[in-house]
């Protein structure tokens, strides 16, 4: 079975965007990264290779025909470029002057990749609209999700941003990991502590007649993970089918859930690696073959859902000669 150029170019930028992931939580293993890195580069420029060859229609991308209703072309070609450079440059100013921060964080990552992509959209040839559209649409709604979103929930309800992923961390993650870890047959523990102002959530286990604590971190709960799967999911629908219907918002909601239930595997066979043969083997693990499993996971779901999307949605069996935003795979 012949695989579409688009479903290599999604899984290659998905293994970057995993290993840039893993990288920026603080969890470098650069085996593992340049791995992701070499692997997912590769899927990407082949994938492009065969779109060059298929010859696809020109097209104009989404978002500039979008403009287009309102602005003229030229003013399209000005506009996105400076809007980019804005937000770019905004950003940062905030950031030091008025956050009065100056470390590199995964959010700076997005938001000038973001500006950057507004910058270059006008710039590559319209015959990977598509391939552009996803990009900033991407950026776009990680953007909203990791920056707008929290700050403005942060701001309403008037607690920090620690306090909140603590306690979604908890009822989420950390309890749930817990009680299928007990059923299993691991003696394990929760432990919520919001004091300390770092680490808050705790999974206490038994191995060798020792306790052991296992912090869990933001980066290691989930969340970052599930913000990135929603972006990327609902990104690739909108340029592949152009519209959100209830069959795109089902499979949106079933692969939040599968997101979910793979962080809670991951951090249940990380658990029961420590229980059984200790820290060195968790830690080696929670390294090596937690992002491994989980993008197994995610690469599964991608598969099967757009299968099912595709016959929902009508899609046409064969697409190589159309127009690759008519076409368009985290």
């Known amino acids: 079975m012949r695989v579409s150029p688009n479903i290599l170019l999604l899984t290659g930028s998905l293994l970057i965007t995993a290993a840039l992931y893993n990288h920026y939580?603080?969890?470098?293993?650069?085996?593992?990264?340049?791995?992701?890195?070499t692997a997912g580069g590769l899927l990407a420029l082949y994938s492009l290779?065969?779109?060059?060859?298929?010859?696809?229609?020109?097209?104009?991308?989404?978002l500039g025909a979008f403009l287009g209703r309102y602005?003229?072309?030229e003013q399209v070609n000005i506009l996105l470029p400076l809007a980019g450079f804005l937000i770019t440059l905004s950003w940062s100013a905030w950031k030091i002057f008025v956050a009065m921060e100056t470390d590199l964080r995964i959010e700076d990552f997005i938001v000038t990749c973001f500006g950057l992509s507004l910058i270059l959209y006008t710039s590559t040839p319209s015959r990977f609209a598509a391939q552009k559209d996803f990009i900033v649409l991407y950026l776009m709604f990680m953007t909203i999700v990791f920056e707008v979103l929290w700050n403005v929930y942060t701001f309403l309800a008037g607690h920090s941003s620690t306090e909140i992923s603590?306690?979604?961390?908890?009822?989420?993650?950390?309890?749930?990991v817990v009680a299928i870890a007990q059923l299993i047959g691991v003696h394990a523990s929760a432990v919520l502590d919001t004091s300390s102002g770092g680490i808050t959530n705790y999974i206490n286990y038994d191995?060798?007649?020792?306790?052991?604590?296992l912090g869990v971190g933001v980066t290691c709960s989930g969340l970052y993970s599930a913000g990135l799967?929603?972006?990327?999911?609902?990104?690739?629908?909108l340029v592949r089918y152009r519209k959100v219907d209830g069959y795109v918002l089902l499979g949106l909601g079933i692969?939040?859930?599968?997101?979910?239930?793979?962080?809670?595997?991951r951090m249940v066979v990380t658990v029961l690696v420590g229980s059984i043969w200790g820290q060195p083997a968790l830690a080696t693990f929670h390294n090596y073959f937690g992002i491994i499993a989980f993008v197994i996971f995610i690469t599964v779901f991608w598969v099967l859902i757009l299968r099912w999307l595709d016959k929902a949605e009508e899609s046409p069996p064969s697409?190589?000669?159309?127009?690759?935003?008519?076409?368009?795979?985290?």
Do not use: C, D
């Not at 290779?49 to 989404?62: D, T």
């Not at 191995?207 to 604590?213: A, E, L, V």
């Not at 697409?319 to 985290?330: D, F, G, K, L, V």
């Open 25 to 37: 939580v603080g969890h470098s293993v650069y085996l593992v990264e340049i791995v992701f890195v």
């Open 49 to 62: 290779l065969l779109m060059s060859r298929s010859s696809p229609v020109a097209e104009e991308g989404m």
């Open 71 to 73: 602005l003229g072309k």
């Open 166 to 176: 603590a306690y979604t961390q908890y009822y989420f993650i950390t309890l749930p």
């Open 207 to 213: 191995y060798s007649g020792h306790t052991i604590s």
């Open 229 to 237: 799967f929603f972006s990327a999911f609902l990104a690739f629908v």
């Open 255 to 265: 692969g939040l859930v599968v997101t979910w239930l793979s962080n809670i595997f």
């Open 319 to 330: 697409t190589e000669n159309r127009p690759i935003s008519a076409s368009a795979e985290q």
